[in-house]
Nanobody
């Protein structure tokens, strides 16, 4: 079955950087769009970034454009989210998503931006 395992979250100071990883299994990774979402306390889950199967096309939420970069390594079946110049408003649980027919979500990884 589809499995997505996120890692790399943690505590970072404002202006700092973190890189999230999502290791995928149970489906043909290279054929599917992958995305990162986030959910802050009391808010709805929102799309952060999306990447096409080949990595040739990416989309970002306006709030992270120029600061975050999504990438993927199809050989490693892994998608990444490089987060730079982090702000307190980036505090959230970050989820990996695979656009497979049955839908696929990871368990989430907490990112806390605080001094």
């Amino acid at each position: 079955q589809v499995q997505l395992v996120e890692s790399g979250g943690g505590l970072v100071q404002p202006g700092g950087s973190l890189r999230l990883s999502c290791a995928a299994s149970g489906f043909t990774f290279s054929q599917y769009t992958m995305s990162w979402y986030r959910q802050a306390p009391g808010k709805e889950r929102e799309l952060v970034a999306r990447i096409s199967p080949t990595g040739g096309s990416t989309n970002y939420a306006d709030s992270v454009k120029g600061r975050f970069t999504i990438s993927r390594d199809n050989a490693k079946k892994t998608v990444y989210l490089q987060m730079n110049s982090q702000k307190p408003e980036d505090n959230a649980v970050y989820y990996c998503h695979a656009a497979v027919p049955a839908g696929g979500w990871g368990q989430g990884t907490q990112v806390t931006v605080s001094s």
